[in-house]
């Protein structure tokens, strides 16, 4: 299970990007999905100036939530690369036209969801190159409980790529992001009783498509 | 009894995302649905399935190719950098502000031309007096030279006065302007400089001093540049006065008009040359 770090800030806040920066400390570590901490107070002012420092220190708050979800997406270690490369540039890009601070988690996973669904219709265009299994992220050698852990999870993944893009989006942010229904609705831009209909439907159809896991899981 | 089946809602229900009136009102449904019960038994299922998918670490190489895909879109400025830029911004902009002066003052600063109505200064006094010594003949230039660049040099050299005096003219001056030489005068009061030239074959003598050490000349205006005319009764000459940066000027000749040809001496842009042209003292 990832470790989600929480950050708090104490004020006031500094001046320079470094001061900001040695404002955010570590407040505790919790276990559980929900990998992307809010964003600390002052941080996307200082990327709003272009600051270098603070452009990094906001992609190590997200890069293993941005890439968790497009890698679970897209099923393609090469092209979950290219999702998140293609959501920071984005986001560095455009951050000073985000008003609202208060927004910008919401704003992040659409961009997220929003190259996730354009990787899915360059997919279906062109032939992809070799898949990566996920299995295949961790190259240490494993004991045999891991393998079969790794297993289930290759075959979690494999079902999830095979549903609906729309119907994936929503299960990855409820269960990678941990986002409630009505951050979903924001993120996918329509209503919450969408939000359920669409978790209902994808839940039915991974438990038939896993059916065979029933009692391993 | 026909009741409707909250399929859609069940895995809202699951992870208690409904108001407490809706979750009550399925729990009761569920209590007497065996197909409902079955329906939310497969998302808890595929919930426990869901939690399992895997969470990966982001490659660290992902930040070098952002960092290399950014500067097409948008360049990544360091806080260091940006500091470095400090010292270029500063200097672009005193640049900037500088060429801005020039223009106004050498091309776009208002001239205001007035009518003098105070008794003559004693640098005026003191240039007509040398103007008309000088077409009695009566006057040495103890600098002789048609050289501008000669003449600013041994000027600056031993007074500390300048005179803003072109290198090149404009190709229409031909023939037209003859700088002959300059004096100093520095007896009994403020170091004046004597310059003579010739406009049209006609003499022009131009005084200057030291704007602090002339009490009773014009003083020099912010934003704009101050003429004071005078016709000179004894010897019918035209006598412009003014003041700019820190040195007040007197020009004698007998010119047409009010001899503002004389100040073309300096003024070589045709912008100027026509401003100071429409100048009409009242």
Not at chain 1, 13 to 32: D, N, W
């Amino acid at each position: 299970m990832a470790a989600a770090i929480l950050l708090e800030r104490r004020k006031p806040v500094g001046e320079t990007t470094e001061e900001k920066l040695a404002q955010i400390r570590p407040l505790r570590v919790t276990h559980g999905r929900g990998l992307a901490a809010e964003v600390p107070h002052g941080l996307i002012d200082a990327c709003r100036q272009g600051e270098r420092d603070a452009f990094r220190a906001l992609f190590d708050l997200y890069k293993d939530a941005v890439f968790s979800i497009a890698l679970n997406f897209t099923g393609n270690q090469a092209a979950a690369f290219d999702v998140s490369q293609d959501v920071f540039v984005k986001l560095f890009s455009s951050i000073r036209g985000l008003r609202d601070d208060s927004g910008f988690r919401t704003w992040l996973f659409r961009l997220v969801v929003n190259a996730c669904m354009d990787e899915h219709r360059r997919a279906r265009r062109f032939v992809s190159g070799e898949e990566v299994p996920l299995s295949a992220i961790s190259s240490s050698p494993s004991p045999e409980e891991k393998i079969r852990e790794q297993e289930v999870e290759f075959q979690i993944s494999s079902a999830m790529t095979g549903l609906a893009p729309k119907l994936r989006a929503a299960i990855l942010l409820r269960y990678v992001e941990g986002l409630s229904y009505d951050a979903i609705a924001r993120v996918l831009g329509c209503s919450m009783g969408t939000v359920a209909s669409r978790l209902s439907r994808g839940h039915k159809l991974l438990a038939e498509r896993l059916s065979h896991l029933r009692g391993t899981v | 009894m026909f009741r409707r089946h909250p399929t859609r809602e069940l895995a809202a229900y699951h992870h208690h995302q409904l108001s407490p009136e809706r979750e009550k009102w399925i729990a009761g449904h569920l209590a007497g649905c065996g197909a409902c019960r079955l329906e939310l038994d497969e998302i808890a299922f595929a919930a426990r399935l869901a939690e399992k998918l895997p969470l990966a670490t982001a490659p660290e190489s992902l930040y070098r190719s952002i960092e290399e895909a950014l500067p097409v879109a948008e360049p990544i400025r360091s806080s260091r950098v940006r500091l470095r830029l400090w010292p270029q911004a500063a200097l672009s902009l005193g640049v900037f502000v500088l060429v801005g002066l020039a223009w106004y003052f050498g091309f776009r600063q208002p001239l205001r031309a007035a009518i003098a109505t105070s008794p003559p200064s004693a640098l005026e006094a003191v240039a007509v007096a040398e103007h008309a010594k000088r077409i009695q003949g009566a006057l040495d230039w103890q600098l002789q030279t048609s050289e501008s660049r000669r003449l600013q040099q041994w000027l600056t050299e031993r007074s500390g006065l300048f005179a803003h005096l072109p290198d090149k003219r404009p190709d229409e001056d031909a023939g037209y302007f003859r700088l002959l030489g300059v004096s100093l005068l520095t007896a009994g009061g403020p170091t004046t400089a004597i310059i003579g030239y010739e406009v049209d074959r006609q003499p022009v003598t131009l005084l200057t001093a030291k704007l602090s050490q002339v009490r009773d000349a014009p003083q020099e205006a912010r934003f704009s540049k101050d003429v004071f005319y005078r016709a000179e009764a004894e010897h019918g000459f035209h006598v412009l006065s003014w003041a700019t940066e820190g040195q007040a000027y007197v020009m004698v000749s007998s010119l047409p008009q009010y001899g503002h040809q004389g100040c073309f001496l300096c003024h070589t842009t045709s912008a100027r040359r026509e401003l100071i042209s429409r100048m009409n003292p009242r």
